[in-house]
Nanobody, 124 residues
Framework: QVQLVESGGAWVQAGGSLRLACAAS????????MGWFRQASGKGREFVAAVNWYGDRTYYGDAVKGRFTISRDNAKNMVYLQMDMLKMEDTAVYLCAARRQWTYDPQEPEYNIWGQGTQVAVSS
């Protein structure tokens, strides 16, 4: 199975942009649909975005719809989260997740492989 490592988290001012990356090691990356979740301090994990195995179907949480874009590059074993128009409430640890299904899913229990996360902090 794959292993996941996130990068790209940083401090940014409200209204700014960041691009997170998730590198997958292991075989058969394109057997997996991928998701991004986030966890703010003291709160549970929240679904952010998901993409199917091929990268042509995506799904977003209501809080980020229209501002964030998920994409993947199967040739490079990478998943990305482009975050624009960031708000203070986007501050959280962002985690990449994988499930060995071709279709995406917004439900956290559907994912059995997780990265360690990368911190995003948005200030006014």
């Amino acid at each position: 199975q794959v292993q996941l490592v996130e990068s790209g988290g940083a401090w940014v001012q409200a209204g700014g942009s960041l691009r997170l990356a998730c590198a997958a090691s292991g075989r058969n990356f394109d057997d997996y649909s991928m998701g991004w979740f986030r966890q703010a301090s003291g709160k549970g994990r929240e679904f952010v975005a998901a993409v199917n195995w091929y990268g042509d179907r995506t799904y977003y949480g209501d809080a980020v719809k229209g501002r964030f874009t998920i994409s993947r590059d199967n040739a490079k074993n990478m998943v990305y989260l482009q975050m624009d128009m960031l708000k203070m409430e986007d501050t959280a640890v962002y985690l990449c997740a994988a499930r060995r299904q071709w279709t995406y899913d917004p439900q956290e229990p559907e994912y059995n492989i997780w990265g360690q996360g990368t911190q995003v902090a948005v200030s006014s």
